[in-house]
C-alpha cells in the first residue's frame, strides 16, 4: 500500500532490513494463517503478530458482538496451572483474591501486586475440580508474570512447600455476545443453562476434546474463553463461524467493547504505579485478605481503603472530538487534575468515552470537568462504568 512505500523511501535501507526482521520475529498464534485468510488485518500487540479487524469495519463488528457474538483470538495471554498441595497459599502470596474461599471450578479477577502496592498484572484465577489453579494472565505481561511465579516457586520449594508451574501450550478463544449461549449449546452434551458467569468446566465442544470452557470474557457481554488444543483450535474456530450469528472480531472491537464495559486494559489503565485502591479495584481485595494481608504491598494498600487516595480512576464523558490516552484532565477553572488512561467513540452510545486518574476531590459521579483535546479546553463529565451495562449470566 501507498504509504507503506512513502514509509519505505524515506527509511535506509538498514531500518528497512531492521523492520523486516522485527515483523519476523513477532509470535503467531495457532491461528495466524487462518486469520490471513479471513482478511485479518494484522498490527503488532505485545510483541504478537495479531488481527485488528478482518473484512468488516470496527464499528460493525463492535455492534455484531452486542446483538449476536464473535469470535476474538486470545491465544497471546498466558496460560498456567498451578499444581501442588500448597497451591492455593503460594497464590495467596502473589494475588490480593482469596483464593480459599472461591468454590471448586469458580474463578475471580485478580491482581499481581508489588512490595509498593503496585499492580504487577491483572489476571483471571480459577480454583478448578482437577487438583490444579487455571490462572489467565496478559500476552504483553507474560515474561515478568512467569518470572515472577517462577521465583516465588524455587522461594516456596526452598521452604518445603509443594507447588508446581505448568506454562500451557493451549490456543484460546473468547466466544462473546447474546446469542454465544444458543451457539455453543449446539456442540456441547452438558447445559450450558448450569455454568453462571465466573465458572469454569472441562468438555467437548463440537467434538473437540479436552477443552477448558470458563463462562467470562472481556466485552461486558455473556461469553466464554474456551482453552483449546493448538491442533485443534482452527477447526473449532471454523465450526463455530458455520453458524450466521458468529463473526470474527479483532483488537480494535475488544479495544473499544472493554471500555463501555469499565474495564482496564493493563498497561493504559493500571500498571506498577497504580494501587488496586486508586484503580478503584477493591472490590478484588478478599474480606479476609484484608484482615490476614501476606500478599505484597498489602501494608501500603489496605490502609488506602480506609483513608482513600490523593488520585482515583473514574469514567469521563466528553462531547467534541474523541480523547486518547495522556490527554489531560482540567478542573473547571483549567488545573490540570489528572490524565486520562483510555479513550474512544462508544458505538453503542455515540459519544466519547474515556477513563483516566482524576484528583480524588473531582471524582464522584456528574462532576463538570474539561479535557484538553488539541490545546483546547472541552466540556466532560464524570460518569459511572459500565457505560453500557453488562450483561453477564447469573442463572
Ligand atoms: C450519575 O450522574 C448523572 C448526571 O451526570 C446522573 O444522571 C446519573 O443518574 C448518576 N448515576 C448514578 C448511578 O448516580
Given at each position: 500500500?501507498e504509504?507503506?512505500?512513502i514509509l519505505?523511501l524515506?527509511?535506509s535501507p538498514?531500518s528497512v532490513?531492521?523492520?523486516?526482521a522485527?515483523?519476523?520475529?513477532?509470535?503467531k498464534?495457532?491461528?495466524?494463517?487462518f486469520?490471513?485468510?479471513?482478511?485479518?488485518?494484522m498490527?503488532?500487540?505485545a510483541?504478537w503478530?495479531?488481527?485488528?479487524?478482518?473484512?468488516d469495519?470496527?464499528?460493525s463488528?463492535?455492534?455484531?458482538t452486542?446483538?449476536?457474538?464473535?469470535i476474538?483470538?486470545?491465544s497471546?495471554?498466558?496460560?498456567?496451572?498451578?499444581?501442588?498441595?500448597d497451591?492455593?497459599?503460594f497464590?495467596?502470596?502473589?494475588?490480593?483474591?482469596?483464593?480459599a474461599?472461591?468454590?471448586?471450578?469458580?474463578g475471580?479477577?485478580?491482581l499481581?501486586?508489588?512490595?509498593?502496592g503496585?499492580?504487577?498484572?491483572?489476571?483471571?484465577v480459577?480454583k478448578?475440580d482437577?487438583g490444579?489453579?487455571y490462572?489467565?494472565?496478559?500476552?504483553g505481561?507474560a515474561?515478568?508474570?512467569?518470572?515472577?511465579?517462577?521465583?516465588?516457586?524455587?522461594?516456596?520449594?526452598a521452604?518445603?512447600?509443594d507447588?508446581?508451574l505448568?506454562f500451557?501450550d493451549?490456543?484460546?478463544?473468547?466466544?462473546?455476545?447474546?446469542?454465544m449461549?444458543r451457539?455453543?449449546?449446539?456442540?456441547?452434551k452438558?447445559?450450558l443453562?448450569?455454568?453462571t458467569?465466573?465458572?469454569?468446566t472441562?468438555?467437548?465442544?463440537?467434538?473437540?476434546?479436552d477443552?477448558?470452557?470458563t463462562?467470562?470474557?472481556?466485552?461486558g457481554e455473556?461469553?466464554?474463553?474456551?482453552?483449546?488444543?493448538?491442533?485443534?483450535?482452527?477447526e473449532?474456530?471454523e465450526t463455530?463461524?458455520?453458524?450466521p450469528e458468529?463473526?470474527?472480531?479483532?483488537?480494535?472491537?475488544r479495544?473499544?467493547?472493554?471500555?463501555?464495559a469499565?474495564?482496564?486494559l493493563?498497561?493504559?489503565d493500571?500498571?506498577d504505579?497504580?494501587?488496586?485502591v486508586?484503580?478503584?479495584?477493591v472490590?478484588t481485595?478478599?474480606k479476609?485478605r484484608?484482615?490476614?494481608?501476606?500478599?505484597?504491598g498489602?501494608?501500603?494498600?489496605?490502609?488506602?481503603?480506609?483513608?482513600?487516595?490523593a488520585?482515583?480512576?473514574?469514567?469521563l464523558?466528553?462531547t467534541?472530538?474523541?480523547?486518547?490516552?495522556?490527554?489531560?484532565i482540567?478542573s473547571?477553572?483549567?488545573k490540570?487534575?489528572?490524565e486520562v488512561?483510555?479513550?474512544?467513540?462508544?458505538?453503542?452510545?455515540?459519544?466519547?468515552i474515556?477513563m483516566?486518574?482524576v484528583?480524588?476531590?473531582f471524582a464522584?459521579n456528574g462532576t463538570a470537568i474539561q479535557?484538553e483535546?488539541r490545546k483546547?479546553?472541552?466540556?466532560?463529565?464524570?460518569?459511572?462504568?459500565?457505560?453500557v451495562p453488562?450483561?453477564y449470566?447469573?442463572?
Amino acid at each position: 500500500n501507498e504509504q507503506v512505500f512513502i514509509l519505505l523511501l524515506h527509511m535506509s535501507p538498514v531500518s528497512v532490513v531492521c523492520l523486516w526482521a522485527f515483523l519476523q520475529t513477532l509470535k503467531k498464534t495457532p491461528l495466524f494463517d487462518f486469520h490471513r485468510d479471513q482478511g485479518g488485518k494484522m498490527v503488532e500487540f505485545a510483541g504478537w503478530s495479531m488481527p485488528v479487524q478482518y473484512k468488516d469495519s470496527h464499528i460493525s463488528s463492535h455492534m455484531h458482538t452486542r446483538e449476536h457474538c464473535s469470535i476474538f483470538d486470545v491465544s497471546h495471554m498466558l496460560q498456567t496451572k498451578v499444581h501442588g498441595r500448597d497451591r492455593v497459599k503460594f497464590m495467596e502470596s502473589l494475588v490480593v483474591a482469596d483464593v480459599a474461599e472461591l468454590n471448586e471450578n469458580q474463578g475471580t479477577l485478580s491482581l499481581f501486586t508489588n512490595d509498593k502496592g503496585g499492580i504487577i498484572d491483572d489476571l483471571i484465577v480459577t480454583k478448578t475440580d482437577q487438583g490444579y489453579l487455571y490462572v489467565v494472565s496478559n500476552a504483553g505481561c507474560a515474561d515478568k508474570d512467569s518470572a515472577h511465579m517462577k521465583a516465588k516457586v524455587a522461594e516456596f520449594k526452598a521452604a518445603g512447600f509443594d507447588v508446581d508451574l505448568e506454562f500451557l501450550d493451549e490456543a484460546l478463544i473468547a466466544v462473546q455476545g447474546p446469542s454465544m449461549s444458543r451457539v455453543l449449546q449446539e456442540g456441547l452434551k452438558d447445559d450450558l443453562g448450569k455454568l453462571t458467569f465466573m465458572m469454569s468446566t472441562l468438555a467437548t465442544v463440537f467434538g473437540v476434546r479436552d477443552c477448558r470452557v470458563t463462562r467470562c470474557g472481556y466485552t461486558g457481554e455473556d461469553g466464554v474463553e474456551i482453552s483449546v488444543p493448538r491442533s485443534k483450535v482452527v477447526e473449532l474456530t471454523e465450526t463455530l463461524l458455520k453458524n450466521p450469528e458468529v463473526k470474527l472480531a479483532g483488537l480494535g472491537a475488544r479495544d473499544s467493547l472493554r471500555l463501555e464495559a469499565g474495564l482496564c486494559l493493563y498497561g493504559n489503565d493500571i500498571d506498577d504505579t497504580t494501587t488496586p485502591v486508586e484503580a478503584t479495584l477493591v472490590w478484588t481485595i478478599g474480606k479476609r485478605r484484608r484482615q490476614t494481608k501476606g500478599f505484597p504491598g498489602a501494608d501500603i494498600i489496605v490502609p488506602q481503603i480506609k483513608a482513600k487516595t490523593a488520585k482515583k480512576r473514574v469514567g469521563l464523558v466528553s462531547t467534541g472530538p474523541p480523547v486518547r490516552p495522556h490527554t489531560p484532565i482540567l478542573s473547571p477553572d483549567g488545573k490540570v487534575i489528572g490524565e486520562v488512561t483510555s479513550g474512544c467513540p462508544s458505538p453503542c452510545l455515540k459519544k466519547n468515552i474515556a477513563m483516566g486518574y482524576v484528583e480524588a476531590a473531582f471524582a464522584k459521579n456528574g462532576t463538570a470537568i474539561q479535557v484538553e483535546v488539541r490545546k483546547k479546553a472541552v466540556p466532560a463529565t464524570v460518569s459511572k462504568m459500565p457505560f453500557v451495562p453488562t450483561n453477564y449470566y447469573s442463572g
